[in-house]
């Protein structure tokens, strides 16, 4: 993959103060964050029209116009993860775009959200970046329609986004039910690839695609997901998988047992990860989870390592009803995406995770 070339430009992943997530806030700090806001103005339950709000902890914000439309609103940017600026920009639109279809909804415009340098960094690249955003947001039908720059000495790229729903059928962590079968619609490791990818330590065709899974709109995983009449969904980004689960079954008040063989894994990441190209916020991700995952001993370190594997414009993880399950799960593989039946919700403590080697342990 092609890297920045300007002579004497640094690498863009070398402005990064992670090394190689999207440098979400830890899962832990943010629960910390919103136990400190306490009953803050305009962040309490949702209510009346606003049927998603701050207090459901969602992957989106969600306000009802009437009976048959709702709006979706959800942001989404973070510092350079790749060194190619256009790709950047593709997986930054990706990742912001894919709430609204981990929602249920679709995509109707958006505005940038970039940060750069006055100096030392071409605004050349920004332009590559902004570009790279909007042919994927172009993809997914969805307007560019401006957004605000500021000066800042690492440069950050995202996107605001407002899409539309129907309220009847939102997508939402908190439906899942015992008995219903969990899918996976993109393999994971993104983490450890990007963060090989900062240190000098990942091959071209791990890069290759860790990339082309994170410009890949979940856009066909959410409507292939809305035909079956899945009502219980997320997209796996930063908390990682086992993450991400135990949010949707906190919500929930259910439980899950998964199983770690069919959880589809890019190229090379299980290498990497047993390398040690483990980032910051998988290792918190790691801390966070002691309490809520119990792995069978017999499960690969570097497998445990990606189930808690911060991931970037990841895939999302349905719960789908047993009998639904099937013809869903041959949809979204028949759409070429390696979407894999991981495990299921089951009655338990809730938010709690019992990860085996495979259904035979």
Partial sequence: MARVTIDHAPRLTSLSPGAGCACK???????????????????????????????????????????????????????????????????AAANALSDVYAMGGRPLFAVNLAAWPGEGLDLALLAQVMRGGAEIAAQAGCFVAGGHTIDDPVPKYGL?????????????????????????????????????????????????????SMTLLNAGASEAALAAGVRAATDVTGFGLLGHLHRMLVASKAAARLYARPVPLLPGAAELAAAGFVSGGTRANTERMRAFASLHPGIPAEVG???????????????????????????????????????????GEAGHIQVEPDRSA
């Avoid at 594997?309 to 390696?338: F, H, I, K, V, Y």
């Fill in 25 to 91: 806030l830890p899962l832990a700090k943010l629960e910390q964050l919103f136990a400190t806001l306490g009953e803050a103005p305009a962040m309490g339950p949702a209510a009346g029209d606003l049927l998603i709000g701050a207090a459901e902890g969602d992957d989106a914000a969600v306000l009802r116009l009437d009976d048959e439309r709702a709006l979706v609103l959800t942001t989404d940017f973070f510092t350079p993860i790749v060194d190619d600026p256009g790709d950047w920009g593709r997986i």
């Fill in 160 to 212: 605001a986004v407002t899409g539309l729903a129907d309220p009847a059928r939102l997508m939402t962590i908190d439906r899942a039910a015992p008995g219903d079968q969990l899918i996976l619609t993109k393999a994971i490791g993104t983490g450890v690839v990007a963060t090989a990818l900062k240190r000098d330590g990942a091959g071209a065709a791990a890069i290759e695609a860790a990339v082309a």
């Fill in 305 to 347: 390592v990606l189930l808690h594997d911060a991931q970037t414009s990841g895939g999302l993880l349905l719960a789908a009803n047993p009998a639904a399950a099937p013809a869903l799960l041959g949809e979204l593989r028949a759409q070429g995406l390696p979407a894999a039946l991981i495990g299921e919700v089951t009655t």
